[in-house]
C-alpha cells in the first residue's frame, strides 16, 4: 500500500489520503500561499479506505489540499463537506496555516453544527500543506542515547528561550536555528543538563477565541498537524523551510551531545467541539478519528478538556499515532517523547482501559523502542489519574513529587514519612516489577504553572492578561509568607526567597528519578504572577537573558547543583533504594542527633529536620523555623566531611568538618556534605 501523505520521486508526487466513508476526494494544487482558488483539481482513485493518485511535474514545496465528498449527517457521525478545503494528516510540511474565517465552519451559522450544511467555499482561508524535500546531509549524526540515570531534562519553548538571547544572532532568535546556535546550546552545556524537551513543535492552529482578543496559542497544545514542524519557528518564509531548520536544529544539539524530547499532543486537534472549523480530520472522517458520544454522534466525548478527544481505539488513529513518532525518530532524529494528557489515548468505553496494552505497544515497536517515553499520566475527565500505571520503560511526570517538595518547604508539618518516599524515587508508585526510580519524572515548576520565581513571589495567580477574568490556572499559590507580593524590596524578603529558590532546587537535583528544570528557572524567569501564561506571546512569556548580580549567581549555584548530582552516583541509583537489609545498608535516614530515624520519629508532627547518608554523601533538610546542630555520621578511618553545598549563604566554599562533629543548619535551609570515594571505605555507612 502506499504510505499516506505526499510522497516525491524524480517525476513527481504520489497523494494518498485515507477516508473510510468517502465517496469521493479530490487533490486540489494552488500556486502560492496567497491564492484564493485552486490552479488544478484532481479526482482520486480508491484502493480499500485509500484515496491516491500520481501527478508528475511535481516536487518539494507544491502547495495541496483536498476536498471530500460524503453524507452531511451530523446525528451519524458525518461531516463531509466537498466546499472546505482540507489538511492533509499526514503532510510534512505547511504551504500556508489556517486564516481565521466563517467559511472554516462547515455548518450554517445558528444551528448548533447539527443542521444543514454552509456552503461558502474555504479555499482562500483553509491550511494547505505543502510537499516536502526529505534529503538533508545529516553528517552523520548519532543520537546521544543518554542513560535514564544520567539524564537531566531541561524543558524549553522554542521562541522563549531564545526571543531575547544577546548571544544568539537577531535574526535567528526565537527560532529552530536560535536554538542551535551557539550561544543558546554553550548555556546548555554549562548548565550541565542532558536533554531538551521542547514544548509542542507540531504545528498548531490559534483558537478563535485568541485570536478575537488579539492573543495566541503561544504554548502550541492544539495540533493542526502531527508531522508538520510549526513553521512560526522558522526563519525562512519558505514552506518547506521549518523541516530544515528543524533538522538543523536537531544536527547541532546531537553534536554537542544533547538530546531532544517532544511533547506531542495526540489526545485531541485544533478543530475543538462541534462548533469549531473544518480544518482537516473532521471533514476527511470525522467518524474515524474522533470520539463520538454514544447515542448523540453529532458531538464529541471530551476527556482533554479541549473539545474533542482523538480515538485511539480506531484503527486510523493509532496508525496515524504510530507513523507519526516513527517519522520523528526515524527523518527527524528525535530522542523522544512527552505524551500530553496521556491516559486520554487509552479510554475504552467509560474508563481508561487500554492503558498498558497500547503504551506497550508503543514502546516495542523497533523505531520506538530505544527512545525516551514519558508520559503526563493524568486527563481532564473524570477517573484520569493514572500515575504509576505506566509500563516498564516509561517514565512519568510526578506530580505527587512536586507537591510533596513544596508542601515540605512552605513549613507544612507531617511531611517527613512521604518526603522521604519522594526523594528516593517514590517506590510506592513506581515499585512494580521491571521499574526502577527513573520511572518518576521529578520536577517542581514546569511550563504550567508558576515559574520558580513567582511560585516564592506570589500568593496568587495574576493572569489579568489572558483575557479570562483571572479565572484561569491554579486558583492560588502556596503560602511562603514571604511578605509582600511581587518583586522584593526588603532585604529579610530577598533573602528568604532567594532560600526557598535555592532549596527547592537543590532537592530537585539530590532526589533519586529523572529531574526537569523548567527552562528560564535557573536565571530567574518570572511572568509577573501569571501561572497559564499559554497564550502571551511576549516577553512575559520570554525568557530574560540580562542578568542582575543575584540571578548569576544563583545560575552558578544551580550549575554546581547538576555537576554534584553528575558526579556522585549515590544520587542515580538503578534500584530502590532499601535502608537496611540482609546485603548491608545503603541508605540511612537521621535525626539532627545523629539517631537513626524510628517510627516514632516518622509520625512526630513537629519534627522537620532530617538527613539522608547513601554512600559518600549526606543530605540535610531543615523546614524548620530554628537551626539544628546536625551530627555527621562518623567515617572509617578518622576521614573529614566536606560541607559541599548551603543554601544558607550565597556562596558555599567546601569547607572540612570533623566525621562525628556536628554541624550547624540554619533554618529553613539545606547542605549537601561529601566525603572521600566509596572504594576507599572511608564512606561506608555505619549502622
Not at 484532481?42 to 493518485?53: A, K, Q
Not at 501564561?533 to 545560575?555: H, I, K, M
Not at 559518600?616 to 572509617?636: Q, S, T, Y
Request: glycine content about 10%.
Amino acid at each position: 500500500m502506499l504510505p499516506l501523505g505526499a510522497t516525491t520521486d524524480s517525476n513527481g508526487v504520489h497523494f494518498a489520503l485515507f477516508s473510510a466513508g468517502a465517496e469521493a476526494v479530490h487533490l486540489c494544487l494552488f500556486n502560492s500561499p496567497d491564492a484564493s482558488a485552486a490552479s488544478a483539481t484532481t479526482p482520486l482513485e480508491r484502493t480499500g479506505d485509500v484515496w491516491h493518485g500520481y501527478v508528475p511535474g511535481l516536487g518539494p514545496g507544491q502547495l495541496y489540499g483536498y476536498r471530500v465528498f460524503g453524507p452531511w449527517d451530523p446525528a451519524s457521525g458525518h461531516r463531509f463537506n466537498p466546499t472546505k478545503v482540507l489538511l492533509d494528516p499526514y503532510t510534512r510540511a505547511i504551504g500556508r496555516a489556517p486564516l481565521w474565517h466563517p467559511s472554516l465552519l462547515a455548518y450554517a451559522p445558528g444551528t448548533d453544527g447539527d443542521g444543514p450544511a454552509e456552503t461558502t467555499d474555504s479555499a482562500p482561508y483553509a491550511p494547505l500543506g505543502a510537499v516536502s524535500d526529505s534529503s538533508f546531509d545529516w553528517e552523520g549524526d548519532r543520537p546521544p542515547r543518554t542513560a535514564w540515570t544520567d539524564t537531566v531534562i531541561y524543558e524549553a519553548h522554542v521562541k522563549g528561550m531564545t526571543a531575547r538571547h544577546p548571544a544568539v544572532d537577531a535574526g535567528k532568535r526565537g527560532s529552530y536555528l536560535g536554538l542551535a546556535s551557539p550561544g543558546a546550546i554553550d548555556h546548555l552545556l554549562k548548565l550541565g543538563v542532558t536533554a531538551v524537551e521542547l514544548l509542542p513543535v507540531h504545528a498548531h492552529a490559534d483558537e478563535p477565541v485568541l485570536v478575537r482578543r488579539g492573543l495566541t496559542n503561544y504554548w502550541g497544545y492544539n495540533t493542526l498537524s502531527f508531522f508538520a514542524p510549526d513553521p512560526r519557528f522558522a526563519v525562512s518564509t519558505s514552506p518547506v523551510s521549518a523541516v530544515r531548520e528543524f533538522k538543523t536544529m536537531v544536527k547541532a544539539l546531537h553534536a554537542a551531545g544533547l538530546e531532544v524530547i517532544l511533547d506531542v499532543v495526540f489526545n485531541h486537534t485544533a478543530e475543538g467541539d462541534h462548533l469549531g472549523p473544518h480544518l482537516s480530520f473532521r471533514g476527511i472522517d470525522n467518524a474515524a478519528y474522533y470520539r463520538l458520544e454514544p447515542g448523540r454522534r453529532s458531538r464529541y466525548e471530551n476527556f482533554t478538556g479541549c473539545g474533542n478527544t482523538v480515538d485511539m481505539r480506531s484503527r486510523p488513529a493509532r496508525q496515524l499515532l504510530m507513523d507519526s513518532l516513527r517519522y520523528w525518530v526515524r527523518d527527524m532524529h528525535v530522542d523522544g517523547f512527552r505524551f500530553d494528557l496521556a491516559p486520554a489515548l487509552a479510554r475504552g468505553a467509560d474508563a481508561v482501559e487500554g492503558l498498558p496494552a497500547l503504551f506497550a505497544a508503543i514502546q516495542a515497536d523497533p523505531v520506538l523502542a530505544p527512545v525516551k517515553l514519558i508520559a503526563e499520566p493524568w486527563d481532564a475527565a473524570p477517573g484520569g489519574y493514572h500515575l504509576g500505571a505506566f509500563p516498564s520503560g516509561w517514565a512519568e511526570w510526578n506530580a505527587r513529587y512536586r507537591d510533596t517538595v513544596r508542601r515540605f518547604w512552605r513549613g507544612d508539618t507531617g511531611m517527613l514519612p512521604e518526603l522521604a518516599t519522594r526523594l528516593t524515587g517514590s517506590r510506592d508508585l513506581f515499585g512494580a516489577p521491571g521499574r526502577t526510580p527513573q520511572a518518576s519524572l521529578n520536577y517542581v515548576t514546569a511550563h504550567d504553572g508558576f515559574t520558580l520565581t513567582d511560585l516564592v513571589s506570589y500568593e496568587r495567580r495574576h493572569n489579568e492578561a489572558n483575557g479570562e477574568g483571572n479565572l484561569d490556572g491554579e486558583a492560588q499559590n502556596f503560602s511562603w509568607n514571604s511578605g509582600e507580593e511581587g518583586p522584593a524590596t526588603r532585604a529579610d524578603t530577598r533573602e528568604l526567597r532567594r532560600r526557598h529558590r535555592h532549596n527547592l532546587l537543590l532537592t530537585l537535583l539530590v532526589s533519586q528519578g529523572v529531574p526537569m528544570i523548567s527552562g528560564g528557572d535557573e536565571v530567574g524567569r518570572s511572568q509577573a504572577g501569571n501561572n497559564n501564561a499559554y497564550c502571551l506571546d511576549g516577553p512575559v512569556s520570554w525568557t530574560d537573558w540580562n542578568l542582575a548580580q543575584d540571578e548569576r549567581a544563583f545560575f552558578e549555584f544551580v550549575c554546581r547543583l547538576v555537576a554534584l548530582r553528575r558526579s556522585h552516583p549515590a544520587l542515580r541509583q538503578r534500584a530502590f533504594l532499601r535502608g537496611k537489609h540482609q546485603d548491608g545498608v545503603d541508605a540511612l535516614w537521621l535525626r539532627p542527633d545523629g539517631g537513626e530515624m524510628t517510627e516514632a520519629d516518622w509520625h512526630d508532627p513537629a519534627r522537620r529536620a532530617i538527613g539522608l547518608h547513601q554512600d559518600g554523601i549526606l543530605i540535610v533538610l531543615n523546614a524548620g523555623d530554628v537551626e539544628v546542630a546536625f551530627a555527621l555520621p562518623v567515617l572509617e578511618r578518622g576521614a573529614v566531611w566536606a560541607r559541599q553545598i548551603d543554601t544558607a549563604v550565597s556562596d558555599t566554599s567546601p569547607s572540612a568538618t570533623p566525621s562525628g562533629s556536628r554541624s550547624v543548619i540554619a533554618a529553613g535551609s539545606a547542605a549537601v556534605f561529601v566525603t572521600g570515594s566509596s572504594h576507599s571505605g572511608e564512606s561506608r555507612l555505619r549502622s
